[in-house]
């Protein structure tokens, strides 16, 4: 392992996450980034329930990553903070925190499917968030496994320009190793060694020669500096190549693309070194800013700012995990709150490896720590310093789509059982938690049936309660399908003393998505402070719609006139005007009612697909592809979610057990005429 002397501890610091479709091997490269950095002298298998990150019971018999865990390793004189985040689609939530912290990511991709539905959701979610990526095609060792191919669905579903860096040695079984077209150089790998560098074999040259020809042409095209190099020479200097390349990752102007066979132990050095090289350092991320604008630039002597992007309640304690923007943070160190407007105090602060931590004295800029003490923090509260607030932006939370009742089966356990949701609903922010106002049931609604079955499993197991659960039932959504204008509602009441008056002329019309609401009220007949509670009261009215009392949206509402009375008009009368006035509305219009729905892909083998496409047109399902790829048909198709409770007991019914599918979530569309029960 090299070493290099940088000056600023802080351009030694990569805090990335490994991103991927569930199975395509992010825990599988975390465990043999581990390994290779010397953090364990053991290499954890997935199926053997060994590995390092995957240390939740569950996650260990289900063979898959549902929580984000954190561990630090360091390689080439660096320290890499890294999450390895969950790839189903039920917990895309713990993506998405765990995306808004980071600075880089490497994208995990099948050598054999290439891009597949989940990897396509996590690369947008970090498109979202700026994040820049390198790519990993893994699992060059199975048969079928095409680095081409897997590069050209990079290229066409993503929409990158891929920088392919490698060459693969050998294919399928016969894979060894890569030649590194920046180095000219072959490393290769046998069994239980670590990698060994040599020549270019005399059967690759002249192929390699051609991709390093390739690959300096499309860097050159992207990037000034490189075009002036060669067009001056014809050629670019492997250091000309290596800074484009950074600075067309920091850009996301193109992704280097690595291979390698994370379960054999191949290829994972040139990735550690491609994270070094490529992927930024918390001093090239640009300066953290406030809701009201102001910035905190990454430095240890500034005040400090952290964002709380993880709630874990453990049995020594409740863990609060944070990324910290800018200042310097000690254990016993009292900080503000801002979501909260109060203090509390760092009782410790630990470097996080997945189930184990490490004691540390301070946490400066740059850092991703732990802390124990916080009683009021959430995912998304903004830690800082007392005598410097400042709000940053919280992670955004998705909408549930599924919930199902819960019960204790006995009435004495029922106030534990409201005790453990809570805390579950504090450490999972996409869980919510609510009592039916008609037949007083707990509701537990989540991202899908595979979140509230981690959930309802976890209550059993980490609190002993014996639990009823009902069956799942999707959260439809109501919108409008044609407005209604110049609706007046007269808010009037008196009963002595102080009346209330409000009087209220509204627009109502569809949106493509949301609410939005404004203001066309001239000449003062309403004042600003009175709109401002008629859009309160409108944004109460959304809870519950018309149809069946399903949350509203989709829709603009526009305030075009009202009138006050000199006394009697209050903040709470123009509230209860635009809450009642919006109802009214509301049963006037032409409304629909929205289900979600999700894309499926189904692998199937050829000789199934005929029974598969009439199980999913029976399930209103919407057929829009089907590719053979690897012997198996691959068919994609639209399909509401409430029609795949129980699918995959089907699928393997239909296929002996061969077929599999995944879902993501792609919105909502009109549901049949049939009103559903609440």
Known sequence: MRTTHNPDPLAVVRNLGILAHVDAGKTTVTERILFATGTTHKRGEVHDGTTVTDFDPQERDR?????????????????????DTPGHVDFADEVERSLRVL??????????????????SVWRQADRHGVPRIAFVNKLDRSGADLDTAVESIRRRLHPAPLVVQLPIGSEDGFTGVVDLLGMRALTWSDDTAVEEGPVPDG????????RRLLEEAVAERHPAALEEFCDREMLSAGTLAAALRDLTHSGDGVVVLCGSAYRNRGIEPL?????????????????????????ACDPSAPFAALAFKVNATATGRLTYLRVYSGTIEKGATVWDAGARRTERIGRILRVQ???????ERAVAGDIVAVV???????????????????????????????????AQRSLDTDRLASALARLAEEDPSLVVRTDAETGQTLLSGMGELHLEVVVEKVRREHGLALNVGRPRVSYRETVGRGVSGLVFR??????????????????????????????????????????????????????????????????????????????????AFRTAGRFGLREALRACAMVLLEPVVEVT?????????????????????????VTRGGAAVVTATVPLAELFGYATRLRSRTQGRGTFTARPTGCAPAPAVTPAR
């Open 373 to 407: 003490g916080l009683k009021s923090a959430r995912a998304g509260s903004t830690l800082c310093a007392p005598d410097a607030p400042l709000v940053l932006e919280p992670p955004s939370v998705a909408e549930p789509v599924v919930s199902v009742a819960v019960e």
């Open 103 to 120: 600075d880089g990511a490497v994208a995990v991709f099948d050598a054999v499917a290439g891009v597949e539905p989940q990897s396509e």
């Open 63 to 83: 063979g898959i990553t549902i929580f984000a865990a954190a561990v630090s390793c360091a390689w080439d004189g660096h320290r890499i903070n890294l999450i």
């Open 354 to 360: 997945a189930d184990r931590h490490a004691r540390l």
């Open 204 to 211: 690759l040259r002249e192929e390699a020669l051609r991709r």
């Open 272 to 296: 550690l070194d491609a994270v070094v090289a490529y992927l930024p350092s918390p001093l090239d991320v640009p300066a953290v800013r406030g809701e009201q604008g102001e910035e905190r």
């Open 602 to 626: 189904v692998t199937v083998p050829e000789d199934a697909v005929g029974a598969v496409l009439g199980d999913l047109a029976a399930r209103r399902g919407r057929v829009s592809g089907s």
């Open 491 to 572: 808010h009037v009441k008196q009963d002595g003393g102080a009346g209330q008056f409000a009087h209220v002329v509204l627009d109502v019309e569809p949106l493509a998505e949301g609410f939005e609401f404004r203001s066309t009220v001239v000449g003062g007949r309403v004042p600003q402070e009175y709109v401002r509670a008629v859009e309160a009261g409108c944004r109460d009215a959304l809870a519950e719609g018309p149809l069946g009392g399903h949350p509203v949206t989709g829709l603009r509402v526009t305030l075009t006139d009202g009138a006050t009375h000199v006394k009697d008009s209050s903040d709470t």
